[in-house]
């Protein structure tokens, strides 16, 4: 049950709205309160009824787009205590039996399993759960192409003190999928923090980032072999969602990581060529990882999950995160009751391979769960955003930001 407080604080969020004004095309931001039920910490968008509007799924619902206001069924529905934890922090979209209707896959609580809910198309019914594989450790597990983009994505996680990635059989898709080690056991277990994929070294391969340092995809996969190790101390603590992406246009790709995902601070880590020529970091910080300090007048907590879309239209995709309400309840992290916020970071490339991160504002009582995501739902060419925790789930969708008179 919910507490009066916590009733309270959704209601009043519920009409909020929040403007930033930059480039010509970054929008304002109307708040819509789907429900106000902690049912699971991720939440994405997915055209599930085949009419090319993409709906909204968190937790056990999904919401007919573009309006949202039909909502259906694919799991019972339990509620969970805001004290406790969901058993759903990650929600995927993909057709895995190929019958061309997009399913559901859920990662549960760390440790636990991966699932996807099969589609029942136009005939309705029930969603029947195939329960495909297990530990997935990590508390930013991800399904991603890491054979690149011709492939079948994959899921990226860490399972039994390994890290790597599991793959299905396209012919047998809810039969247990394959687990294809990257690395040897370590230390690794299903609440270590930090993890992604992306083409660190610019082969046209994609590699492993963990909180530690990055795993390269060797040329052939043959066998399963441990991919080489690059020690490199991204975030000791373990952030959220890590990704790779050339920030500064300088022809390398850089990394984008928070740095501590129940404290504080975000980064990009320029690549650049180390005295022996191979590839090390150096770090530019986004906000601070002392909490008395502000960069750019910011400074927040909990950055449990970031997402990388372009905001205001420039080509360049912009940081998405902010702040994970409540993800040990009332006392267990840093600052737990401030402003659950909601920022952008708006990528700024200067003259000799210089970059910024300008901050904007996009709300200040919703937060991000464990899992943020931003697609444009409404057609207006501008990101909208998805948010399921511990306050229910919500969308921020854009409006067209008003001229200045």
């Known amino acids: 049950m919910k507490s009066p407080l916590l009733h309270a604080l959704i209601a009043f969020s519920s009409a909020a709205t929040f403007a930033f004004a930059a480039a010509p095309l970054v929008a304002s931001y109307r708040k819509v ?22 709906d909204a799924i968190s937790g056990p619902y999904w919401w007919e787009g573009p309006d949202f206001k039909v909502r259906h069924e694919i799991y019972a529905a339990v509620p969970w205590d805001p004290l406790r934890y969901s058993d759903n922090f990650f929600a995927f979209v993909h057709d895995f039996n190929g019958d061309g209707w ?24 029930a969603w029947r759960r195939n329960v495909v594989f297990l530990p997935v450790d990590n508390e930013s597990p991800t399904f991603a192409r890491v054979l690149g983009t011709d492939k079948a994505p994959a899921l990226v996680c860490m399972s039994r003190g390994r890290v790597g990635y599991a793959t299905w059989d396209p012919k047998a898709p809810a039969t247990p999928w394959v687990f294809h080690p990257v690395s040897p056991p370590g230390n690794w277990q299903r609440f270590t923090h930090g993890l992604g994929v992306g083409d660190v070294n610019g082969d046209g391969r994609p590699d492993i980032l963990e909180k530690d340092g990055w795993w390269e995809q060797p040329a052939s996969l043959a066998g399963d072999s441990v991919w080489k ?81 372009d905001f205001d239209g420039d080509g360049l995709p912009d940081i998405l995160t902010g702040k994970r309400w409540w993800a040990h309840g009332p006392k267990g992290d840093a600052q737990p009751d401030a402003p659950p916020v909601v920022y952008v970071f708006l990528l700024r490339r200067g003259p ?50 008003p001229a200045k008179k």
Do not use: C
């Open 33 to 54: 309160q789907l429900n106000d039920q902690f049912f699971s910490e991720g939440a994405t968008f997915g055209d599930l009824n085949n009419d090319g509007k993409l």
């Open 102 to 125: 997009n399913d559901v896959f859920v990662l549960g609580f760390p440790g636990v399993d991966a699932s996807w809910y099969q589609n029942p198309g136009a005939k309705g019914g």
């Open 229 to 309: 190790q690059h020690k490199f101390p991204f975030a000791p603590k373990g952030g959220a969602q890590m990704y790779v992406f050339d920030v500064n246009g300088d022809g390398r790709n850089d990394v984008i990581t928070s740095l501590h995902a129940h404290g504080f601070g975000l980064s990009w880590w320029e690549n650049v060529a180390g005295p022996d020529g191979a590839i090390t970091f150096k770090e530019h910080l986004i906000t601070s990882p002392k909490e008395e300090e502000k960069l750019n007048g910011v400074q927040f907590a909990q950055l449990h999950a970031i997402d990388l879309v």
């Open 352 to 401: 000799n391979g210089t970059a910024t991160y300008e901050p904007r504002l996009l709300n200040d009582n919703t937060g991000v769960g464990t899992q943020v995501v931003a697609m444009d739902v409404n057609g207006d060419g501008r990101p909208d955003i998805i948010v399921g925790n511990k306050r229910g789930t919500a969308l921020l969708l854009s409006e067209k930001t």
